[in-house]
């Protein structure tokens, strides 16, 4: 495409997207990612020692982390010592096109006042869908690494049927385990019998959630309280795959000494090159979109 491209910060998904930009015959400007030494070797991967010379004046495409920032004052930036706040990285994006993921209101609302266009990657459907196959062989590897049984002729409840939740679902199935999948909608309970799964309504969880050897939430709010962790049974494994503030209650499940894994990013910590490439095209994808117009 050969476009000047401008990278602040993100894990090892982006450090692998800008490689692969790199490749592509585009100029990538770099700021936040100095630790990555696998990128030293590529000229047209640029290491800028300032924000301002990497934002610079011949760059319209400024990628940012996935998510862009945890707490709202710095963004994500893992291969880096600097701090990197929002507020400076938004200084500089002044007319000019962000995308990155998982963006918060807050951060929208101080693009408004710079005149940044912002494209949240991760609401785009295609990264999405492709992004939850990582996430569910992500999960059957904490599943099989952190049982003492085999997954074959496991009980496995999924909560929440999604497109996290269809996909690992089938997965689940694929290794023989006997699958339970819970949801709310009738329409999504009149799939998952479609699909030939068990169904059962999150709403009337309670002591029937005692016989399952394997609980994964994706789920992103409380499912399993207080009250109904009381039934799950102490070798249970709980994997919760749901962002913040999930859907375990983590201190009861703590408390009753349950084993509980809160695997978040599975996809970037997982298979960082196959996301790396859902994102890079997703990303010309958005730009296909912008230069169209």
């Known amino acids: 495409m050969g476009t000047n491209i401008a990278v602040i910060g993100g894990d090892l998904r982006i450090v692998k997207l800008v490689n692969m930009l790199a490749k592509d015959g585009n100029m990538v400007y770099t700021y936040g990612i100095e630790k990555a030494e696998e990128l030293k070797e590529n000229s047209n991967i640029i290491f800028c020692d300032k924000i301002s010379k990497a934002i610079r004046e011949d760059v319209e495409i400024v990628i940012g982390p996935i998510p862009f920032s945890s707490n709202g004052k710095s963004i994500n930036s893992p291969f880096s010592d600097k701090e990197i706040s929002v507020r400076e990285v938004m200084h500089y994006l002044n007319a000019k096109i962000l995308i990155a993921g998982s963006i918060s ?42 049982t003492n049984k085999i997954i074959h002729g496991s009980e496995v409840l999924i909560l929440g049927f999604g497109r996290i939740g269809k996909v690992l679902a089938r997965k689940m199935s694929g290794l023989s385990a006997k699958v339970t999948c819970a949801a709310r909608k009738d329409e999504d309970l ?54 913040n503030p ?48």
């Open 190 to 243: 009149a799939w998952i019998k479609a699909y030939g799964y068990e169904e059962t309504n999150i709403n009337f969880l309670g002591e029937n959630i005692s016989k399952y050897d394997i609980i994964m939430n994706t789920v992103p709010h409380l499912i399993l309280n207080k009250e109904r962790l009381k039934y799950v049974k102490e070798d249970c494994l709980l994997i919760d795959l749901a962002s």
């Open 246 to 293: 999930g859907g375990v209650d983590k201190k009861e499940a703590k408390d009753r000494n349950l084993q509980l894994i809160w695997a978040l990013a599975l996809p970037g910590k997982v298979a960082p090159i196959t996301t790396a490439e859902i994102i890079k095209e997703t990303i010309y994808n958005v730009l296909r979109e912008i230069y169209k117009k």
């Open 105 to 146: 209101p807050e951060i929208y609302e101080m693009a408004n006042d710079e005149y940044i266009e912002i494209i949240d990657i991760m609401k785009r459907e295609e990264l999405a869908v492709l992004n939850t196959i990582s996430t569910a062989e992500g999960a059957i590897e904490i599943a099989i690494s952190n």
